[in-house]
Nanobody, 120 residues
Framework: QVQLVESGGGLVQPGGSLTLACTAS????????VGWYRQAPGTQRELVAH???????NYADSVKGRFAISSDIVKNTVYLQMASLKPEDTAVYYC??????????????WGQGTQVTVSS
């Protein structure tokens, strides 16, 4: 069983930056698709950014140009760098991993989530 542990959430002012990290308990990110989802109160969980098993990044339109996803295979860690944050980015952010070529084809493992609050 793979465990994903997120860190880096917190309170940030609008326009600020934050970096989330997701560390896997076992090696294997190089053969997994990974991604970040978020869920705000009263809304459905949405995919924010993901990396295919071949290493291609993809982003939701709402975060393009502001967020960047990357992975460090040696550290078994996936990062989500967030800049120019807006109040509407406030949500619980979840890390996800899949044995499929894309997380959109099915998530096998979820992290516990980390809260990101953008407010002045």
């Amino acid at each position: 069983q793979v465990q994903l542990v997120e860190s880096g959430g917190g309170l940030v002012q609008p326009g600020g930056s934050l970096t989330l990290a997701c560390t896997a308990s076992v090696s294997g990110l190089s053969t997994s698709a990974v991604g970040w989802y978020r869920q705000a109160p009263g809304t459905q969980r949405e995919l924010v950014a993901h990396i295919s098993r071949t290493g291609t990044p993809n982003y939701a339109d709402s975060v393009k140009g502001r967020f960047a996803i990357s992975s460090d295979i040696v550290k078994n860690t996936v990062y989500l760098q967030m800049a120019s944050l807006k109040p509407e980015d406030t949500a619980v952010y979840y890390c996800a991993a899949s044995r499929q070529p894309l997380v959109t084809l099915g998530v096998d493992f979820w992290g516990q989530g980390t809260q990101v609050t953008v407010s002045s």
